[in-house]
């Protein structure tokens, strides 16, 4: 079993930038794949960025490249997404999520969720 806690989220104008982290822990061997993933009211989860704990590369989304990036702890067992740029449309709950095997940004590959943080982004 993976837990995954997210914090990081709040309140932020556009233009501006937050940094959101996902803390692994229990069989953290089990798990090579970490993930972010938004969800805004009324709209599907989507994927935003992911990354190989055991590599470093990485993969995001079309909507946030460039702006967003995924990064990892040293001992891959903390991943970070930071945020710059931030756009209205950026606002939704943000979810981490892990699993073995190849990194896609397709929720419905992923084994294990944090329960979220919610990122705001006023105009």
């Known amino acids: 079993q993976v837990q995954l806690v997210e914090s990081g989220g709040g309140s932020v104008q556009a233009g501006g930038s937050l940094r959101l982290s996902c803390a692994k822990s229990g069989s953290t061997y ?27 590369h990485t993969y995001y989304a079309s909507s946030v490249k460039g702006r967003f990036t995924i990064s990892q702890d040293t001992a891959g067992n903390t991943v970070y997404l930071q945020m710059n740029s931030l756009k209205t449309e950026d606002t939704a709950m943000y979810y981490c999520a892990a699993r073995s095997g190849r990194c896609y940004l397709k929720e419905y590959v992923y084994d294990y969720w944090g329960q979220g943080t919610q990122v705001t982004v006023s105009s």
Do not use: L
Not at 40 to 54: D, F, L, M, Q, S
């Open 30 to 56: 089990t798990s090579n794949c970490m993930g972010w993933f938004r969800q805004a009211p009324g709209k599907e989860r989507e994927g935003v960025a992911a990354i190989y704990t055991n590599g470093g």
